[in-house]
């Protein structure tokens, strides 16, 4: 009895000892190797949405993204974008006069051509003239967001699809904002709390 | 001395040899009362047509009176009582649930953060919170709280948790508030029957089915992070989140207490919180803080954090981001 009350007395004392310093922040900078969750972790569902790989790698290596063209209404743009005329009446008021363009604020408002490719209006356009494909438009936006672009990178911007663990994939840009208008508009909440019990 | 996390449910099952008196107690009460149970049942049915004889939930629910600790559990104690509670709820609301008891994975310890500045009020956590974990729809009740702040605020104190107008609202911000998963959680410390404890992978867990509902564990949270059962949970069947596991969401009683538990059966299987994924400004990051890859990692590494009331030496596992 005796020795079973020593026995227990020590691996409690032991058990402190390991742990004497008692700070997650100690134990989270002590753990520096990277852990293979895909292999111990079996998701359950693949996630379905269609992926394209980033161009950039973040501190794991490379990631995967949300497309964004299959998401695009009548995307091929040079179906009406191209050099042939355009028959229908009130075409142009037809396609696109849902966008509203909101984007730059009243100091630096940014126009169609900003980011579109003026030559070629399936795919976008930077600053320097490098074309994009829309799936990438992270490119885009990063020109001038490009503090948002690094927290996106990295993950402090933006969110993963469904799982934490497994191969990183994370929303697009335009998977939350509309690049036309990118700020969160004001709406009601989706619920609300109850008074707190005093 | 103080419980530490790493006495989780397997290494207990080895240490905990006082246990094992109690143990035998309980196994011997509850094959009395069994048999006991089984004597009356064969005298009634003997001598009326059923009506008065024990149904098999009458006899599921005793033999869950007399289940032991979760901590203490078998494994194939586990998996009996993860039927009978599975069989139990098919009877009572004749919903299919799937009850799991993953137990933590290994090198894993969850951390969360918010990010404050995008946080926008909507409130889309808390709904999806409130559907995933079959939280009480009659006393309203929510794990995780929204305070809408005016810029400069520190702590939720001063801010506003009842809001219901459009947001967000000129020059404030929110700040969603849960159960911290402390590493040094005062709850685990005041439970009097240990009914809750840390896990192996940082939750802070509740056996509900061991909890006497002393409600010490609320006074003793300085976040406001526990829910008591003031009523019989109700659920609407056909709202019921099948997928369950024991020490998460599955149905509670009257007079239990309950938390947030980072969606344990979701994060155990690799998935996100509900909260995080319901999210629409992407303000939580949810992920392992021992893989130097991860987001959270990412966050505490490179952005502006705080925890609320750090002074209390809580050593909270939620940190709060600015951009």
Known sequence: MLFVLTAGVLSISIGDAVSSDGDVSQTIKKAMVPTNDAVKINTPMPITESTVLVSTRHQGGQFRTETRKNRIERFRCSQCHNNKPVTATDAA?????????????????????????????????????????????????????????????????????????????????????DPHSPLFKKRWPKTYSPPLAK | MHLRKNKG???????????????????????????????????????SNGILSPGEEFKLQWLEYFKKYYRLMTPVEKMETVRRLERLAKIRKGVDVKIGNQEPLDDVLYGYAFNVTRCEGYMECVAACVKENNLDRLSN????????????????????????????????????????????????????????????????????????????????????????????????????????????????????MEKCTFCIQRSRNGRLPACAEACPTGARVFGNLLDPDSEIRFVLKNKKVYRLREDLGTDPKFWYFID
């Open chain 2, 9 to 47: 449910c397997r290494t207990n099952q080895t240490d905990n040899h006082c246990a094992g008196k109690q143990c035998d107690r309980r196994e011997f009460l509850k094959k009395a009362a069994t048999a006991a149970a089984a004597g009356s049942t064969a005298m009634i049915s003997g001598c």
């Open chain 2, 141 to 256: 009740t929510q794990y995780i709280r929204i305070f809408e702040m005016e810029h400069g605020e520190m702590t939720p104190d001063a801010g506003d948790s009842k809001f219901y107008h459009e947001v967000p609202v000129q020059d404030h911000f929110y700040m969603g508030v849960q159960c911290f998963h402390c590493e040094n959680p005062p709850c685990v410390k005041a439970c009097p029957t240990q009914a809750t404890w840390q896990e192996p992978d940082g939750i802070v867990v509740v056996d509900y089915d061991w909890c006497i509902g002393c409600r010490y564990c609320i006074a003793a949270c300085p976040y406001y992070g526990r829910r008591f059962n003031w009523n019989e949970p109700q659920v609407p069947a056909n709202q019921i989140t099948r997928k369950q596991h024991y020490l998460g969401n599955r149905l509670r009683a009257k007079g239990q």
């Open chain 1, 93 to 177: 008021p037809i396609a696109h006069n849902d966008i509203v363009l909101d984007h730059g604020g009243v100091d630096k408002p940014l126009d169609c051509m900003t980011c579109h490719n003026q030559d070629d209006r399936d795919y976008l356009v930077t600053e320097t003239g490098t074309k994009i494909d829309m799936d990438h438009s992270y490119e885009m936006c990063g020109q001038c967001h490009f503090r948002q672009k690094k927290d996106w990178v990295g993950g402090a911007h933006g969110k993963r699809l469904s799982y934490w663990t497994g191969e990183r994939v994370v929303k697009n840009c335009t998977s939350c904002h």
